[in-house]
């Protein structure tokens, strides 16, 4: 599964990256508002902002990609859902002139290994 970034202001979707070069310069919805990436166990993701996380179903992405001709009528749904705030979706919305403040932690490892999520206690001075 692939995630997205979903802008609440602009409702602009971005594509989040997993890997770590992208975690230098992310790119910003269209309003400029949030911004996001994975986190290096590639399960969580970060977002700042006003924004929500949309799960996309890889195998239904890869299918839209191939050629048109390829595609027997000519559309190909793609399954996308939202993911709740939480489920390794660790959101930063405040931010101070000390930087972002986690507003929304990630409940999902708690939950399931009955241990703090390894991404707990990291702080976001720059976003």
């Given at each position: 599964?692939?995630?997205?970034?979903?802008?609440?202001?602009?409702?602009?979707?971005?594509?989040?990256?997993?890997?770590?070069?992208?975690?230098?310069?992310?790119?910003?919805?269209?309003?400029?508002?949030?911004?996001?990436?994975?986190?290096a166990d590639q399960n969580h993701v970060l977002l700042f902002g006003p924004a929500i996380a949309l799960g996309v179903f890889y195998p239904d992405k890869d299918e839209a990609f191939r050629p048109q001709s390829q595609i027997e009528s000519g559309y190909h749904p793609v399954r996308l859902w939202r993911i709740p705030d939480g489920d390794r979706i660790i959101i930063a919305s405040e931010k101070s002139e000390s930087g972002w403040k986690v507003t929304t932690p990630c409940w999902r490892c708690q939950r399931t290994t009955g241990s703090p999520c390894e991404f707990s206690r990291i702080s976001y001075p720059d976003g």
């Open positions: 599964m692939g995630k997205m970034l979903g802008c609440t202001n602009c409702q602009d979707l971005i594509l989040l990256h997993l890997e770590p070069e992208y975690r230098k310069q992310p790119r910003t919805c269209n309003c400029g508002a949030c911004h996001g990436f994975g986190l």
